[in-house]
């Protein structure tokens, strides 16, 4: 079925009848067809603010469920013991001073209410700039007042993600940071206009899919692994930033931003000729392994109030993988 055929179909049926299609054996129509249909909902060249977008992937990424359901299944495989909310200004938030071991300890309130913290030295505050909670995390404060979902269950068997319940976010959420990642480089304008006015525009714009992002890294550890992968895929950063070759579009936007690379200093040497390599459809950027350019890194395009929740994320993953070795 063609994409614009796709696109007029209900949003739910069409999803279920792709994530059929994708775990399938042969599945090479189903990653065709999602590859055309998401070439339509994830232009970059429609205004930021689509919120028919947004509603496309919800739908995709719960292949066809409703996805506050969707949501629920996926944190019901959180594997993770740090929880790691984290929050901006205003929010509201706890601190335990008994359980404390630094001062900088802070709790999300589901964490602080699913604990035991009777008769404890606490006080509740709203963040001035921003946070994340410690629950979880061992070297902020003493185990004894994580929460339920949080406390450390020695030898406690976590069930296995069904290869099915992720499969449509493996694919889908490349195309969407990609996506969002072009339209922070369109918030670029020359080096004589003020960047930072312009970047805070399109993230403004972009407050949807900010917002849907925050949404995927509460659902826990699974999730977030899922994230931690495409963040850190540099191949797939390159080939997705590229675009097709008949992709004018992906080209202006990667030139764009080497430009702005160039005229910060930050252009490593490496990428010096990469506009030509541009023009003769050549990679962009290093081999694995060979040095890693700047413009390698899914993490160096995205704007810092967006990385602040994503590196947090990335971190926790980290160090919970690292103490489940430890366990192990």
Not at 25 to 41: A, I, Y
Not at 130 to 135: L, R, W
Not at 150 to 163: A, N, Q
Not at 214 to 234: D, F, P, V
């Amino acid at each position: 079925m063609m994409a614009a055929s796709l696109q007029r179909c209900d949003k739910k049926l069409t999803a279920a009848h792709l994530k059929a299609d994708l775990c399938r054996t042969d599945n090479s129509s189903g990653v065709r067809q999602l590859q055309e249909l998401l070439d339509r909902v994830l232009d970059p060249e429609k205004p930021a603010g689509d919120t028919e977008a947004i509603d496309w992937c919800k739908y995709l990424l719960a292949g066809g469920e409703v996805f506050e359901e969707f949501c629920q299944t996926v944190r019901s495989y959180d594997n993770a013991t740090l929880c790691g909310l984290v929050w901006t200004a205003n929010f509201v938030a706890y601190r335990c001073r008994t359980c404390g071991i630094s001062p900088c300890m802070s709790l999300c309130a589901e964490c602080f209410n699913n604990g035991d913290h009777t008769g404890h030295d606490f006080n509740m505050f709203r963040s001035q700039a921003g946070g994340a909670c410690d629950c979880g995390d061992s070297n902020v404060m003493r185990e004894s007042g994580f929460c339920s979902r949080h406390r450390l269950k020695m030898g406690e068997d976590v069930p296995s993600v069904p290869r099915d319940l992720l499969l449509m976010s493996e694919m889908v959420l490349p195309r969407f940071i990609i996506c969002i990642i072009q339209y922070l480089r369109d918030g670029y304008s020359d080096p004589d206009t003020s960047i930072e006015r312009d970047l805070q525009k399109v993230l403004q714009q972009l407050g949807p899919q900010i917002s849907l992002l925050e949404e995927l890294t509460k659902m826990g550890g699974a999730m977030r692994t899922i994230l931690t992968k495409i963040l850190t895929n540099q191949q797939m950063f390159k080939e997705l930033s590229m675009g097709q070759e008949e992709n004018a579009y992906a080209k202006r936007n990667y030139e764009k931003y080497l430009s702005a690379l160039r005229s910060s200093g930050l252009l490593p040497v490496e990428e010096e000729a990469m506009p030509e390599a541009v023009e003769n459809g050549a990679g962009a950027g290093p081999e694995p392994g060979q040095g890693q350019g700047r413009s390698a890194c899914w993490g160096h395009l995205l704007q810092p109030a967006l990385m602040t929740l994503l590196k947090r994320r990335i971190r926790m993953e980290a160090k919970a993988l690292d103490r489940g070795r430890g366990r192990s």
